[in-house]
């Protein structure tokens, strides 16, 4: 006598799906789709586009931005904004390449204070939300035209110094370890640091909480003014390294070009990688995958020809729609509309 094993196996397969579909989210398995997706349309309209050497370009071109989408993820989860971390990029890769200059070609000194300068900008803007009370969204986007006109004043509004001849910047930009590219590993770094501090210790359950509910949080007996300073901190600080990496993909100090538009696809990142922009929800590893798909679609549009203006647009309509599609998600009443 046999019996079947259909009724047992498929709640097992539903099972299995469910399982995959909570290990890996629903938002995630969407941006792996829209990246299939871009994937398949250009590479049948480019065969190059898949070569390992075009990945590795689109993996590049991504890294600034994608440590900017990092930072940014954080500083979003703990119900804040930081439109200014474009602009700081800019400044620090400034005074990278003058210090560089100016301390007898150091490439320490010169990668050093560009850190300082941006760990201090970002405490600033920390200080200046906390203390001042001031909206974040208006904090930074005075340090958006701030920060700039500042880089753009030291700088005389011209690109700075001469870098490419140190083997720290040259490493920085054309090196390899294991082969692939150091920008590349200094954002698998940076990302999974932030992705353990998230997702494992006891400060990343903070952040999720004062995001998702400062009353609450302080009523805890966190500490809210702490962690929101220390988190715009980070944001500076890693937005100078990412300026750091931006004077050694040009060879000199930036202060405006290649920085600039750097906060928008920061925040579209975030926003698509599932991160709810009024705090308490988000993810390093969506975060990553929007990186990724922002920098294909970018690639992709560039290999065909497309004006570059488009490219606006398309993150423009991005960042739109993954609001939207929170709004859906959360059930929020439409602004303006019954409930």
Known sequence: MTTSTAPTTAPQRRAGARALLGSVGGQNLSLIGALAVVVVLFGSLNPNFLGWDNIQVIAEAATIAGLLAVVQTVVIICGGLDISV????????????????SAGSSAPAGIGAALAVGAAVGLFNGVVIVYGRVNPTIATLAGLAAYKGVAQLVSDGRAQGYV???????????????????MIWILILVAAAVHVLLTYTDIGRNVYAIGGNDTAARLAGINLNKYLISAYALSGAV???????????????????GSEGLE????????LGG??????????????????????????????GINSFWQNVAQGTLLVAAVVIQQRRNHERAVGLPA
């Open 86 to 101: 474009g602009s700081q990029a800019g400044l620090a890769s400034v005074v990278s390449a003058m210090v560089f200059t």
């Open 239 to 257: 937005a100078a390294l990412a300026g750091v990496l931006l004077t050694a993909r040009t060879g000199s100090g930036q202060p405006v070009s």
């Open 264 to 271: 928008l696809q920061s925040i579209t990142a975030a926003a």
């Open 164 to 182: 490419l001849g140190d083997p720290v910047f040259v490493f920085l930009s054309r090196g390899k370890i294991a082969g692939l590219p150091t």
């Open 275 to 304: 991160c709810a922009l009024k705090g308490g929800k988000g993810g390093i590893g969506g975060t990553l995958l929007a990186v990724a798909l922002l920098g294909a679609l970018q690639n992709g549009l560039t290999v065909q």
